[in-house]
C-alpha cells in the first residue's frame, strides 16, 4: 500500500479564498484523523471519523472549517474563507480498527498551507 | 479533559542514553504510545506501552507507570539521526488520539 496520501502537499492561498486538503487513508482503516500542527500549539487534533462517520469534531476551531468523508478512501477538510492565522501544516493519518488499542495511526505526509 | 506534558528540549551527544518523560490526564486510558518526527516529516509510530513496565525495540524503550500516569521514553546509543521530535500519545474512553507537546531532542556529535 502506499500509505496515507494527502494532496496537495503545499498550498499558498490569499486570505478570504477557500481551501480545499485532500486525503486518501489507507485501504481497510477504519479510523481517520485530521491533525494541525503549528509550533505554539502542536499537533491538535480538529476531528475524526469511523467507518466514514464523523465522531467528535470539537477540535474544529471555527464554523470556517468543515470536514467530510463521502466514502472509506477519501476525506476532504474544507476552510472557507481562510485567514493568515490558519497556516499550519494539517495532518491526516488512518488506524485500523486492530490498532485501536495500541493507538498506531499512520500519518500522510501533510499539506503545508500558507495564507497570506 | 487528556492533558500531556513533555519537557520541551533535550540534548544529548551520540552514544549517551537519554530519557524523554511523559506525565498524562485522560479519561480512560488505553495506554500510552511514542511517535517519533524529523522536521518536515510525518509522525510515525515507535512503541506502545497498555501495562505497566518496560518494552523493549532495539535501541528504544519504553515504560508506563498506571499508577502514576507516567511514561518515558528511552533512547540509548544515541545516533545523529536520532535528533528529531518525540511525542507521547493518548487514546481515552472518547477514542480521541492525543499528542502531548513534544520534544525536540538535539544529538550533538
Known amino acids: 500500500d502506499a500509505g496515507v496520501i494527502q494532496s496537495p502537499r503545499h498550498e499558498v492561498t490569499e486570505m478570504g479564498q477557500e481551501v480545499t486538503l485532500r486525503c486518501k487513508p489507507i485501504?481497510?482503516?477504519?479510523?481517520l484523523f485530521w491533525y494541525r500542527q503549528t509550533m505554539m500549539r502542536g499537533l491538535e487534533l480538529l476531528i475524526y471519523?469511523?467507518?466514514?462517520?464523523?465522531?467528535?469534531d470539537s477540535g474544529m476551531p471555527e464554523d470556517r472549517f468543515s470536514a467530510k468523508m463521502p466514502n472509506a478512501s477519501f476525506s476532504t477538510l474544507k476552510i472557507q474563507p481562510s485567514e493568515p492565522r490558519d497556516s499550519a501544516v494539517y495532518f491526516c493519518?488512518?488506524?485500523?480498527?486492530?490498532?485501536?488499542?495500541?493507538?498506531?495511526?499512520?500519518f500522510g505526509q501533510g499539506t503545508r498551507l500558507t495564507v497570506v | 479533559g487528556q492533558s500531556l506534558e513533555q519537557p520541551s528540549e533535550v540534548t544529548a551527544v551520540e552514544g549517551a542514553i537519554v530519557q524523554i518523560n511523559c506525565t498524562y490526564q485522560?479519561?480512560?486510558?488505553?495506554?500510552l504510545s511514542w511517535y517519533q518526527q524529523h522536521d518536515g516529516g510525518a509522525p510515525t509510530f515507535l512503541s506502545y506501552?497498555?501495562?505497566?513496565g518496560l518494552e523493549e525495540t532495539g535501541r528504544f524503550s519504553s515504560f508506563l507507570s498506571r499508577s502514576d500516569s507516567y511514561g518515558y521514553l528511552l533512547l540509548q546509543e544515541l545516533q545523529m539521526k536520532d535528533s528529531a521530535s518525540y511525542f507521547c500519545?493518548?487514546?481515552?474512553?472518547?477514542?480521541?488520539?492525543?499528542f502531548g507537546t513534544g520534544t525536540r531532542l538535539q544529538v550533538f556529535p
Open positions: 500519545a493518548v487514546r481515552g474512553n472518547t477514542d480521541k488520539l492525543i
Open positions: 493519518a488512518s488506524s485500523p480498527t486492530t490498532a485501536f488499542v495500541s493507538t498506531e495511526a499512520f
Open positions: 506501552n497498555g501495562l505497566d
Open positions: 485522560t479519561s480512560g486510558f488505553y495506554g
Open positions: 471519523f469511523n467507518n466514514n462517520v464523523p465522531i467528535d
Open positions: 485501504s481497510g482503516h477504519d479510523y
